[in-house]
């Protein structure tokens, strides 16, 4: 008998396969019930699957550094592959802790490391999405999981659209068919259980921000909105360094906590259009608008090139610019006008009044113009960079950097106010913070801290 009979013939005696008729947990009446955790009882058999999930690992050429385990049943299996391959083992909670740490995955691993994903059942395939995308989050590199038996219930499809390979032991036509050779089920049992699982199969409900993100017509404005309240963030992290390659670094283990990165595209040594690509599909994956702070202040035709094209091609990549109306209302016409040759949504941040030491943009005049503009403008003026509340309309995202929570500024003529004072004082929605958290010794910490200082004040005067 082949080795893996063998483990389905084991597998059906301890009882993990039930067949008859079972109320699942979503209420639908099951044929089948598959229940894995009963192989811990069985130190035989869950030496041998391990030992199928390391011929899997063997023969698939998967290189990894860590292995993460999914609660509960993967866990003792994954265990034993560690030590198998001498490989650090993670694991992802079910529930970030809400003292100390907040730890989400447990273990140690460095930025960037490949980590595997060992679950013992996959449906559809959402547990283990849930754990790449923790994993994810964490600067983790998730393209693979191994499981002992897939249901084919769609969840290859799943982890297919999300980049995850499944690779597995058992599939459950698989399971069926031997138990039928070797007279354990009827045929029609079988024929019942395929027809079952045909019938169901269960593509997984899309989460709107994702329906939002493939759809490119969705309205910038919205889609900012909608990632500011579902991730509870209106952090801006002003990335203002001069590595690109560092700038993607940190924004895979930053990404989850703000709603917005903010970049100077022309402070960059090592920009390319292939690297400026990386950051947009991480701001896409972690669910962050990704800012240009331009500071366009030339004529309309001017502008629309220095947009779209040159080196950094702007318009290609960054969700919002941000634009001085200086030079007066066609500068946004521009800039509109420009953007209507991209696929996605895009959008503009008026500059209205600057946070630095005798900024002339602080006049009543002046920023009576920008509101204006941005009035006449506003389906792709979704916003202004203030220091103030300018209006009451909601339409309008105020953004305010100058923001730190131990400083008052620097030596030249930077003016700092407290995440407090920006939104209560100031009317920010979004604050905009950069070296407070870059200079920091813990910058992944620090943006934890800034996210929820600023998140807490915002709901607390806004009752989001
Ligand atoms: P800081 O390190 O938090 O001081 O960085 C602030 C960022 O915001 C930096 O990129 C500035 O270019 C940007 N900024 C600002 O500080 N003040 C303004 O009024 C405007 C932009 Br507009």
């Not at 006449?376 to 203030?386: E, M």
């Not at 953004?399 to 030596?411: F, I, K, Y």
Request: glycine fraction near 6%.
């Amino acid at each position: 008998m082949g080795a893996i009979d063998q483990l389905i013939l084991q597998l059906f005696d301890i009882e993990a396969f039930k067949f008859g008729s079972f109320k699942l947990k979503s209420g639908i009446q099951s044929p089948i019930y598959i229940d894995l955790r009963v192989i811990i009882s069985y130190p035989d058999i869950l030496r041998s699957v391990a030992n199928h999930m390391n011929n899997i690992l063997q023969n698939s050429n998967v290189s990894f550094n860590e292995i993460c385990g999914v609660p509960y049943t993967a866990l003792p299996i994954a265990s034993i592959i560690c030590v198998d391959y001498k490989r650090p083992m993670l694991l992802r909670r079910k529930e970030a802790k809400n003292y100390g740490t907040k730890k989400i995955i447990e273990g140690k691993f460095r930025p960037n490391d490949r980590c595997i994903i060992i679950e013992d059942i996959v449906t559809t395939g959402s547990s283990v999405i849930e754990t790449a995308e923790s994993l994810w989050a964490e600067g983790l590199q998730v393209t693979d999981a191994i499981v002992l038996i897939d249901r084919e219930q769609h969840g290859e499809k799943n982890l297919q659209e999300k980049n995850i390979r499944l690779h597995r032991v058992l599939k459950i036509s698989e399971v069926l068919d031997c138990l039928v050779r070797h007279g354990k089920i009827t045929e029609e049992v079988s024929k019942n259980v395929s027809e079952f699982i045909h019938g169901n199969q269960m593509q997984l409900p899309t989460l709107k921000i994702e329906i939002e993100d493939k759809n490119i017509s969705i309205p910038i404005r919205q889609r900012f909105q909608t990632i500011i309240k579902e991730k509870k963030s209106n952090l801006c992290l002003s990335a203002d360094l001069t590595s690109l390659d560092e700038i993607i670094e940190l924004s895979n283990l930053i990404g989850k906590n703000i709603c917005m990165l903010k970049i100077h595209c022309d402070i960059l040594t090592d920009f390319s259009m292939d690297k400026i690509q990386e950051l947009k599909d991480v701001s896409r994956r972690l669910n962050f608008l990704l800012l240009e702070d331009r500071k366009f202040a030339d004529i309309g035709n001017t502008v629309a090139l220095q947009y779209t094209k040159g080196l950094f091609q702007i318009a290609e990549w960054a969700d919002l610019v941000t634009v001085h109306v200086l030079p007066g209302e066609g500068i946004v016409q521009a800039l509109e006008q420009a953007a209507q040759t991209i696929n996605e949504s895009r959008g503009c941040l008026l500059i209205a009044q600057m946070s630095s030491k005798g900024a002339l943009t602080n006049n009543e005049d002046y920023v009576n113009g920008v509101i204006k503009c941005a009035e006449k403008y506003s389906d792709f003026v979704i916003g202004f960079i203030s220091q103030s509340r300018l209006t009451t309309s909601d339409k309008y995202l105020h953004c305010t950097p100058g923001v730190h929570l131990t400083n008052t500024g620097d030596q030249l003529g930077q003016q700092y106010v407290t995440p407090r004072q920006a939104i209560d004082g100031r009317g920010a929605d979004i604050v905009i913070v950069g070296r407070a958290i870059l200079d920091s010794i813990n910058r992944v910490k620090t943006a934890e801290a800034y996210q929820q200082e600023c998140y807490q004040v915002y709901e607390e005067l806004r009752k989001i």
